[in-house]
């Protein structure tokens, strides 16, 4: 059953969250994921694999940062190189994912002392004109509510374009281990031989994977797929992980009507829409 929407476009929840598997989400959607960080792409690694095994086309935007890599990691290194070493790391899980390189765009932001991105009108004209060249049906990103800065910022950042554009946009906001608290819409089960191929996705990127061993006991691989065993168990599912997203909509009519809207209920027994 697909939730109602509120008076912003929001969806409020729905009686039982559907898999992805069972959504009727036609095959020539484009599907845009946009990353605060190198590494938000691979956290919904299976979703994502699911959507282009199913014909849909991907694209990825990715902030240019050097957060999140420890001097102790490569020591000498300059906040320049530690954006090149984040940037090719992700280079290299798109290429174990098997993305094509232009897939890619590298978006250079204006980032805080931190080096993460700022909510400012530079960074919301150049979010608006790359989400508008891009033209996607749905857009991956992370969770508003989150400790996160750069995920509640690359979150601001699209909802202000999404406003502005007038374009019917679905977002699958994205359940990390930094939310604080969001509503599970959608989810993407999975079993334990795709679990074993998101470690490997994971562990491209080897900068936050020593960081976390440094600073967790455990790498970042584990990190997020204890997450995806959390999603799992919540939702008493069969498989024993799953990627978790709430679904908000924007610039749809409030009927529900729309076909943005009736794709995100179950698919019916013909199958899905082509």
Not at 42 to 71: C, F, M, P, W, Y
Not at 96 to 103: H, I
Not at 127 to 139: G, K, L, N
Request: proline share 8%; hydrophobic share 35%; glycine share 6%.
């Amino acid at each position: 059953m697909t939730p109602p929407l509120t008076t912003d476009g929001s969806l409020i929840a729905a009686e039982k969250p559907c898999a992805i598997p069972d959504l009727a989400l036609p095959r020539t959607w484009k599907i845009l994921v946009l990353a605060p960080h190198p590494d938000d792409f691979d956290a919904i690694g299976v979703t994502l694999k699911h959507l282009a095994r199913n014909g849909h086309a991907i694209a990825l935007g990715v902030v240019r940062t050097g957060s999140g890599v420890e001097d102790a990691y490569r020591p000498g290194l300059t906040l320049a190189d530690k954006a090149d070493l984040r940037e090719q790391e992700q280079r290299r899980s798109l290429q174990f994912f098997g993305l094509p390189p232009e897939a890619l765009t590298v978006l250079r932001l204006t980032n805080d002392a931190d080096d993460q991105p700022i909510d400012c009108p530079e960074n919301g004209a150049l979010i608006a004109a790359f989400v508008r060249a891009q033209t996607p049906e749905i857009v991956c990103l992370p969770h508003g509510n989150d400790t996160n800065n750069g995920h509640r910022v690359m979150y601001a950042l699209l909802k202000q374009a999404a406003r502005g554009s007038g374009h019917p946009l679905a977002l699958l906001l994205i359940r990390d281990p930094k939310t604080i608290e969001m509503r599970t819409d959608v989810y993407m089960p999975f079993d334990q031989a795709d679990a074993e191929w998101k470690s490997r996705l994971l562990r491209c990127h080897d900068s936050q994977h020593h960081r976390n061993l440094r600073t967790r006991n455990h790498g970042f691989d584990d990190r997020i797929l204890t997450l995806n065993r959390e999603i799992a168990r919540g939702l008493s599912l069969a498989h024993e992980y799953a990627e978790a997203f709430e679904l908000e909509c924007d610039n749809v009519p409030r009927t529900g009507n729309g076909s943005l809207i009736t794709a995100f209920r179950p698919q019916s027994p013909e199958g899905p829409s082509t």
